[in-house]
Nanobody, 125 residues
Framework: QVHPVESGGGLVQAGGSLRLSCAAS????????VGWFRQAPGKEREFVSH????????YFADSVKGRFTCSRDYAQNTVYLQMNNLKPDDTAIYYC??????????????????WGQGTQVTVSS
């Protein structure tokens, strides 16, 4: 098993950027693909991005396409979510999660096996 650990959240003005990191603790991501989800107050958790560990194929929610990118570093066993041109609507707790390679629908949070504790992103207008 693997324990994802997020970092990099914070407070930023609209139009600014943040980079979130998701590190694998207690294991490696080699058998897992990694997704990012977010949950704003009073709203359901929603899909943001997904990257396959093998091949590095990426997928994004329409709301973040063109603004967010996702990458992985094999040596650091870490996945990054680069968020540019942030908007107040991006304010949420961001979670990364590990899904066994190719097992399930990457947009469905229930198809992920391990979750991080989340990191707060706040975008001021």
């Amino acid at each position: 098993q693997v324990h994802p650990v997020e970092s990099g959240g914070g407070l930023v003005q609209a139009g600014g950027s943040l980079r979130l990191s998701c590190a694998a603790s207690g294991g490696t991501f080699s058998r897992y693909d990694v997704g990012w989800f977010r949950q704003a107050p009073g709203k359901e958790r929603e899909f943001v991005s997904h990257i396959t560990w093998i091949g590095g194929h990426t997928y994004f929610a329409d709301s973040v396409k063109g603004r967010f990118t996702c990458s992985r570093d094999y040596a650091q066993n870490t996945v990054y979510l680069q968020m540019n041109n942030l908007k107040p609507d991006d304010t949420a707790i961001y979670y990364c999660a590990a899904q066994r390679n190719g097992m399930g629908n990457y947009r469905n949070s229930y198809d992920y096996n391990y979750w991080g504790q989340g990191t707060q992103v706040t975008v001021s207008s």
